[in-house]
């Protein structure tokens, strides 16, 4: 009989989110950042170290922010293997009633509930319930440092596309050729990402150009109002 070989994509959500949202930033921020200074009539030089001072700052600020996030997660998740553990020694009866109830709720009756409940305990009680009672699956756990680096790596690739745009652009077209390839980016950005995870493209593409045009129009907006170089 050949092997049925299933594709799922709840694997992908930690890194896939993790990237998706720092590229985005990254194309965001740093272009709406140097939009807005090259709004207020900037010469390039100032626009450009501008944003790298944006790139720099916003992929450590991602970094942090995701590793903060991610060790919080994997602490809850700790705490509660913990807990479950000493309960597990304390009361193995107990927690294998508590599976077989858990297995009955999903329609199983309960002798088979029981079955299924005793032959998993004997196999991996905790594996068992962490992936029924607390839903920690063993092979998905929160992994802050590749989390960290994902999202800072992403966000840096974002940042360098308004970056290039800038170095390449002439200075009287440099805003709108900034806002033009950067919306451009973000669509295929929403195109990738969602058929990574499985979504509809369209949706997606249109849902991220549509935030970083307004985030764009914004800064834009209150740069054009200090029509003079930054001293």
């Not at 590749?146 to 170095?167: N, Y």
């Not at 045009?213 to 930054?230: E, H, K, Q, R, V």
Request: charged share 20%; with cysteine; hydrophobic share 55%.
């Amino acid at each position: 009989m050949p092997h049925h070989h299933e594709r799922h994509r709840s694997d992908r959500v930690d890194w896939l989110r993790a990237a998706v949202l720092g590229a985005n930033d990254g194309i965001v921020s740093t272009a709406s950042l140097v939009v807005g200074v090259a709004a207020a009539n900037v010469e390039r030089e100032g626009v450009l170290l501008a944003g790298v001072a944006g790139l720099v700052a916003g992929a450590m600020s991602m970094a942090a922010g995701e590793y903060v996030s991610v060790s919080s997660q994997a602490d809850l998740e700790r705490a509660d293997l913990a807990q479950e553990k000493r309960e597990l020694h304390e009361d193995p009866v107990g927690e294998r009633r508590e599976l077989a109830l858990m297995f009955e709720g999903r329609g199983l009756d309960p002798t088979l509930a029981s079955l299924v409940a005793t032959q998993l305990t004997e196999h991996d009680a905790l594996a068992a319930h962490a992936a029924e009672e607390l839903g920690i699956p063993s092979e998905v756990h929160a992994r802050p440092v590749q989390a960290a680096l994902a999202s800072a790596a992403a966000f840096a690739l974002g940042a360098a596309l308004p970056l290039g745009t800038v170095l390449v652009a002439p200075r009287a077209e440099l805003g709108w050729a900034v806002v033009a390839a950067s919306l451009a980016c973000l669509a295929f950005l929403g195109l990738v990402s969602a058929r990574a995870g499985g979504a509809e493209p369209v949706r997606a593409a249109v849902r991220i150009v549509f935030w970083g045009a307004l985030a764009m129009t914004l800064t834009a907006g209150i740069g054009s109002l200090f029509d003079a170089p930054i001293a």
